[in-house]
């Protein structure tokens, strides 16, 4: 088992983190309402008075992550893969997620890549391990360390190897007003982290075809 799986934060465990205390629908539109003269506006107006209910709602479908538990994303291997040891990548995997430190959005791309040992996972099955990461209050670091430490731990591969490319709107729309900048992460483990010359492959395969 590699160092990462052996060193989790609990922050990046595999396992969802089940938030304990969960108020009601009620109360999370209640705070809303609050939110919206926070903000300098009517709560009771004829554009606002649904909004609570839109912002409760919505925010089940994008924090939904929270529901999601990753290893049993990824319980299902296919062993009978005719020998088939070599690396598997799927990149430009398209995520939205929240910057934890203001709620707002941050969006982008996820590559994700393994070296397969007893076998391969559906491919939809990493595009689904990324939304359920994505869908929570993140940090773009956080959530390239948790895709790789659940891949890590549920497919046992010989390397793991994930890059988040990514524009943040706490950078483009507030703050220093950067639109346009992207933030790149990588996590490494296995052959990827040893070899230098597995990383340029990783890095090549995600580049290929681009201008």
Known sequence: MSDVVKSLSPRLSPA???????PSREEAEAAVRILIRWAGDDPAREGLHDTPKRVAKAFKELYSGYDEEPGEILDKI?????????????RDIPFYSHCEHHMVPFY??????????????GLSKLARLVDAYARRLQTQETMTAQIATAMEKALEPRGVAVMIEAEHMCMSMRGVQKAGALTLTTQFSGVFKTDPAEQVRFLTLVRNGRG
């Open 16 to 22: 969802a983190e089940k938030p304990t205390g969960i």
């Open 78 to 90: 296919f062993r009978e893969v005719e020998g088939y040891d070599d690396i598997v990548l799927v």
């Open 108 to 121: 982008g791309v996820a590559h994700v890549a393994y070296y397969p040992t007893k076998g391969v996972v």
